[in-house]
């Protein structure tokens, strides 16, 4: 009776983990492209890992190690897109307020005399330039994560290509009931 309880208390353990499958099309029924940093199989995102098998299934480890590189490459530019730009408008924000504060500063002191002026900007001007040099780091690093999206995604774009002419050789039709990890944590896994 012990081992009846604990083995029906292994089997639900496995099976409240989770389950977790992709249907990969067969090949001969859609073209492989480049959609979002995945492979898409006519117009169905595949995730991470499905993604990986097709590539590997299709051209090796070397188009799987080439498309991971291009794929962080292409992570990275976004980050470095999104932050320099979003630096590049705070640098904007900060010598922008200063700059039309100093013009506001320098019309109403204008009456104190050239002296009065230049103290508005003495204080001001540094800010200003402040501003201006946080703006240009930032669109500088905007500019490069351009770039380095540009590049990956047009990398990525060609490994897919180079796929869909490879084609995929047949699945094997053995079917294997494997126990491992997966994506929602520990399970038996269906291969066929």
């Given at each position: 009776?012990?081992?009846?309880?604990?083995?029906?208390?292994?089997?639900?353990?496995?099976?409240?983990?989770?389950?977790?499958?992709?249907?990969?099309?067969?090949?001969?029924?859609?073209?492989?492209?480049?959609?979002?940093?995945?492979?898409?199989?006519?117009?169905?995102?595949?995730?991470?890992?499905?993604?990986?098998?097709?590539?590997?299934?299709?051209?090796?480890?070397?188009?799987?190690?080439?498309?991971?590189?291009?794929?962080?490459?292409?992570?990275?530019?976004?980050?470095?897109?999104?932050?320099?730009?979003?630096?590049?408008?705070?640098?904007?924000?900060?010598?922008?307020?200063?700059?039309?504060?100093?013009?506001?500063?320098?019309?109403?002191?204008?009456?104190?005399?050239?002296?009065?002026?230049?103290?508005?900007?003495?204080?001001?001007?540094?800010?200003?330039?402040?501003?201006?040099?946080?703006?240009?780091?930032?669109?500088?690093?905007?500019?490069?994560?351009?770039v380095l999206l540009c590049v990956g995604n047009n990398h990525l774009r060609k490994i897919a290509k180079t796929c869909d002419a490879a084609g995929l050789p047949p699945?094997?039709?053995?079917?294997?009931?494997?126990?491992?990890?997966?994506?929602?944590?520990?399970?038996?896994?269906?291969?066929?």
């Amino acid at each position: 009776m012990k081992a009846f309880r604990f083995l029906l208390l292994g089997i639900l353990a496995l099976v409240s983990t989770g389950a977790f499958a992709q249907y990969v099309p067969e090949w001969h029924q859609g073209t492989m492209k480049m959609k979002g940093g995945r492979i898409a199989i006519d117009g169905a995102k595949l995730d991470k890992e499905t993604t990986l098998l097709v590539i590997d299934r299709a051209g090796g480890q070397e188009l799987v190690a080439s498309w991971e590189k291009y794929a962080r490459e292409r992570g990275w530019g976004i980050g470095l897109m999104a932050g320099g730009y979003t630096l590049a408008a705070a640098g904007f924000a900060y010598g922008g307020i200063y700059l039309i504060g100093g013009v506001f500063a320098s019309i109403f002191v204008a009456a104190g005399g050239q002296e009065a002026v230049d103290k508005v900007w003495d204080d001001l001007g540094p800010r200003v330039n402040i501003g201006t040099a946080v703006m240009l780091t930032g669109l500088a690093a905007g500019t490069t994560g351009v770039v380095l999206l540009c590049v990956g995604n047009n990398h990525l774009r060609k490994i897919a290509k180079t796929c869909d002419a490879a084609g995929l050789p047949p699945v094997s039709s053995e079917v294997q009931l494997t126990f491992g990890p997966t994506p929602s944590g520990v399970g038996l896994a269906l291969r066929f």
